[in-house]
């Protein structure tokens, strides 16, 4: 039997505790990145050991192992293991950053007539440990800062290339918004990846006013000083500072099931042969701005808002028209979203929006969520907590 503890790569880590081997799985989809020879030896130590397993991707969402039109999934390959070496079903916890994942096993499991199910739990890891590095008085933009107009309206920062921030960045540059000096957009969009290198191709014209970094977003930069960063390589943590002060809110371009997916109806005809999936994850994103008091429109899955409302927090629908979090179809959802971020710009100066920024019941919101996120964070610590002790037992 080999030794477990501190058994790690950058894509896994093993843990061997007295009761449980703990294998965390990084990275979206598990088979890029782990062969299943590897992850039956750990179940197989497990056996041998009398304890118990559980698989921790509390980061991520993804439940399909293989990525993209790949229908296995993380399921099929933690039972066909159990079968193959005779481990119980019952002594396997799944522990998924999906936030459906405890619907999506159960109708998985109805469709396959699975009767010895693993248990699963949610984990809402960017909200129990995002917090990390984002409180402290030099983060709190909104009391430190209210005597100061901002000079543009929004933030929209978006790493590596995926469908939805293809559409995002086709969006702003169609209505010429990067010309303007109204927001701070950066878009990371690595030479090399396909959908990067088709969108560039699709539209030749867009790569030289694509906002690639924070300095390169518009004609004039934040400071003479600052000089733009290679392409493809993220701002540092000062200039990310100096454009989250200097704006009212953050456009969040969050997880979407089908950002990899590059045609859509594509994803739409996968997603309809498997009925049961569905994934959602609310990212650090959200958190950080909860931690900067900042006020933000989502474009992610529909009814994250709704999500939020059920954690105790409270959204921003005296900025913002937020119909969208409703709104099923993604065509019409995105449009929404990033309409209503250019037509926010269109109606308000940014001393009006200042007023409105630092109206009483802003204020009342930001500075409950600031505290709510403290409650929220200690209530789902306690219940993950729980859940793996009494799974232990």
């Known amino acids: 039997m080999f030794k477990l503890s501190g058994t790690h790569s950058r894509y896994h880590e093993v843990r ?35 304890k118990k397993f559980i698989i921790h991707r509390s980061t991520e969402p993804n439940v399909l192992w293989n990525g993209p039109l790949n229908k296995k999934t993380i399921f099929d390959f933690i039972h066909d293991t159990c079968v193959e070496i005779n481990y119980p ?13 405890k619907e999506v096993y159960e109708n998985w499991c109805k469709t396959y007539s699975i009767a010895n199910p693993i248990s699963v739990m949610p984990s809402y890891h960017w909200i129990t440990r995002a917090r990390g590095g984002t409180f402290g008085k030099e983060y709190d ?53 396909p959908i990067s290198e088709r969108f560039f191709k699709d539209y030749p014209a867009i790569e030289s006013v694509l906002p ?4 390169s977003n518009t004609k004039r930069h934040i400071t003479g000083e600052w000089h733009d960063v290679p392409r493809g390589k993220f701002m540092d943590t000062m200039k990310m500072k100096h454009v989250q002060r200097d704006t009212y ?45 900042k006020p933000f429109l989502y474009l992610g899955e529909p009814h994250m808002l709704k999500l939020l409302h059920n954690m105790g927090f409270k959204t921003f629908d005296m900025i913002f028209n937020e119909d969208y979090d409703f709104v099923e179809d993604y065509s019409i959802r ?52 729980a859940f793996i002790k009494n799974f232990s037992l």
């Open 212 to 215: 690639r970094s924070i300095e």
């Open 141 to 193: 933009h909104y009391n430190n800062l209210e005597d100061t107009i901002r000079s543009r309206y929004f933030t929209c920062f978006n790493g590596r290339a995926r469908a939805h921030k293809v559409d995002v960045a086709k969006y702003f540059y169609a209505t010429k918004f990067f010309e303007k000096d109204l927001a701070y957009f950066s878009f990371v969009f690595p030479e090399g990846e």
């Open 249 to 293: 809110f953050d456009l969040v371009v969050d997880f979407m099931q089908h950002e990899d997916y590059e045609d859509y109806d594509t994803y739409v005809n996968f997603q309809r042969s498997i009925p049961w999936w569905k994934e959602a994850v609310m990212s650090e994103k959200v958190v950080k701005n909860i931690c900067n008091r």
């Open 89 to 101: 079903a019952s002594n396997v916890l799944l522990v998924s950053g999906n936030y459906h994942v």
């Open 334 to 385: 995105y449009l929404s979203v990033l309409s209503e971020a250019e037509s926010i710009t269109k109606t308000h100066t940014l001393k009006e929006l200042h007023n409105i920024f630092y109206s009483d019941e802003v204020r009342e919101a930001v500075e409950h969520n600031y505290k709510q996120l403290a409650v929220v964070e200690e209530q789902y610590v306690q219940q993950e907590n």
């Open 16 to 50: 061997n505790h007295k009761k449980y081997v703990w294998l965390n799985l990084f990275g979206s989809y598990p088979g890029h990145f782990i062969d299943q020879r590897s992850i039956k030896r750990y179940f197989l130590n497990a056996k041998a050991q009398g």
